[in-house]
């Protein structure tokens, strides 16, 4: 049990170093922004986050007529 406890903590281990390596090895290495919105492709087209559809629609404009 405790042999295959310590196996998974370093394949853990090299799996997260491996993922880091870019940040690590990079003068002010960062995270690939992955988001819709930090996207310059995807606001180019008009693609935005639902997120931010969804605010926007429910959000109340102060000029609004009331009906």
Do not use: W
Not at 2 to 27: D, E, N, P, T, W
């Amino acid at each position: 049990m405790l042999k295959i406890f310590i196996f998974c903590v370093i394949i853990i281990g090299i799996a997260v170093l491996l993922m880091s390596v870019r940040i690590l090895l990079k003068k002010n290495g960062r995270f690939v922004k992955t988001h819709v919105s930090q996207s310059k492709a995807m606001r180019d087209r008009g693609v935005t986050c639902v997120q931010s559809q969804e605010f926007a629609m429910r959000h109340k404009s102060p000029y609004a007529i009331k009906e």
